[in-house]
């Protein structure tokens, strides 16, 4: 069997690692080298990490564990080095495995000896818990004000369509009619809980590992109330152990990503619907649509069918990092570094669906002469009769819901709709039954009468929309 080693092992005693020091007389396998590398994906960490090492030496200067004169080189140095990363000249070594020894290493090049002092009182595993705090409250900001610009798109078009009449559906199946408003404010309200279940996470999250070194903590006298209040964190973590060894936050993160997904999901699959030759309820452009190879008259809505289709991967990524986190022993293991990938896939996934969705809301134009037509369909009114009866006769509501029932087989067997039917039919169900009842029956009569609190009426709808812009906006 050949060696798969690149290189030929280093002599006994000498060192070949910078990051485990004198303990290992020869390098990584290859194959070692690549399963234990993260830097191809964890250098979207750099600038949480050099914001980090500015904290931590700053305090340990302000304590007197390491001169100021070693901490202002190690402050400039951590700038030469956010300059190279952000103009694209830095170079990273993947035999430096991640980002954190990328960063020390080319300190140490550009400031020497001082950089070795960077790395006191802390570990890679407090520093990486650190650096992913606050690249997930990052993302969390970014989510939070992609999903308020969608909440913005979505009360615009709600305002304009205050009175549109569309049906209301359930079981997919015309159930009452409502406002085209309304249905779109019922998104409004879905996303407002994604936005606070970002803001909850947030919260959560906003704690300080730097600090808690390896797993034990550190015997040198630090201040970790310093270092988090200098990175923006509400408090230090407050055991070692657990600020080390945990990722909920980034499965909380991921959770919130997911039923912020399902949401978007869900609008996605309507407005595949309605873009649909067989609604016709709302109309996307060239911008946001696909031709077809073959069809030439085909308009696909693409762009919704990705949104929705995304949202598998972001589940996907949820349920993966749970099973790599489920077993895990206290404290810090190796399979954490697993949980970067799905959580950097997901915000780039979600700000990308959320980005699409809010283009589609902005230009989809609704067709308010078919949603009226579709809104006729399927005797939407037969709530409305029911309610009639129970109000001007004082009829039990299970007994108006017979009657009404009736009469919607006598409509169906006449072939035409509730308010068509000759009020001697509706006598032969109920004599008691006068004309009055024809003010129930149309499909505008119905949505104007519902108004009670959020309810589909245009006045309702007009004052939620008022309501949504202080809420959300």
């Not at 649509?289 to 949820?318: C, V, W, Y």
């Amino acid at each position: 069997m050949s060696d798969r080693r690149t290189d030929p092992p280093s002599a006994p005693g000498t060192s070949v690692n910078t990051l485990w020091g004198g303990r290992y007389a020869s390098g990584p396998d290859a194959i070692m080298q690549r399963i234990n590398a993260s830097i191809d994906f964890d250098r979207r960490l750099a600038a949480q990490d050099i914001a980090g090492s500015r904290a931590h030496a700053a305090m340990l200067a302000d304590r007197g564990i390491i001169d100021r004169s070693d901490a202002e080189a190690i402050r400039e140095g951590l700038g030469i080095i956010a300059e190279e990363i952000s103009s694209g000249s830095f170079t990273f070594k993947t035999e430096l495995e991640d980002i954190h020894m990328n960063v020390e290493s080319r300190l140490k090049e550009l400031i020497g000896a001082p950089a070795g002092r960077l790395h006191t009182a802390r570990s890679r595993n407090d520093q990486v818990a650190t650096d992913f705090r606050l690249w997930v409250r990052d993302a969390l900001d970014r989510l939070d004000e992609g999903l308020k610009a969608l909440q913005a798109a979505l009360i615009d078009q709600a305002e304009r369509h205050a009175e549109t009449l569309m049906p209301g559906f359930t079981h997919l199946q015309s159930a009452q009619p409502v406002t085209f408003g309304h249905h779109l404010l019922a998104y409004v309200e879905m996303i407002g809980r994604d936005r606070g279940r970002a803001a909850d996470c947030r919260r959560r999250l906003n704690e300080c590992p730097l600090g808690s070194a390896a797993l034990a903590g550190t015997p040198f006298p630090i201040d970790r109330d310093q270092t988090a209040r200098a990175l923006g964190f509400d408090r230090p973590t407050a055991n070692s152990i657990d600020a080390v060894s945990d990722r909920d936050f980034a499965i909380e993160y991921l959770s919130t990503v997911a039923i912020a997904a399902m949401h978007l999901s869900r609008l996605a699959e309507e407005i595949v619907i309605w873009t649909c030759d067989q609604f016709r309820f709302i109309r996307l452009s060239d911008a946001f649509t696909t031709g077809s190879s073959i069809m030439p008259q085909k308009r696909n809505p693409d762009a919704a069918e990705l949104a929705r289709g995304k949202t598998g991967r972001i589940f996907g990524h949820l349920i993966g990092l749970l099973t790599v986190m489920k077993g895990l022993p206290l404290a810090y293991a190796k399979d954490t570094q697993e949980d970067k990938e799905p959580v950097f896939d997901a915000d780039d996934t979600i700000g990308l669906v959320i980005a699409a969705m809010t283009g589609m809301v902005t230009d989809m134009t609704a067709d308010p002469a078919a949603m009226r037509r579709a809104a006729e369909a399927g005797f939407p009114t037969a709530t409305d009769l029911a309610d009639w009866l129970v109000r001007a006769l004082n009829m039990p509501f299970r007994e108006a819901h017979h009657v009404t029932g009736q009469a919607v087989r006598l409509a169906e067997e006449r072939g035409c709709g509730l308010k068509d039917l000759p009020l001697r039919d509706l006598q032969s169900l109920e004599p008691r039954i006068t004309a009055d009842v024809y003010d129930v029956l149309s499909v505008e009569a119905s949505v104007a009468s519902r108004r009670s609190y959020g309810g589909t009426s245009p006045e309702r709808v007009r004052e939620a929309v008022a309501a949504a812009r202080t809420r959300f906006l």
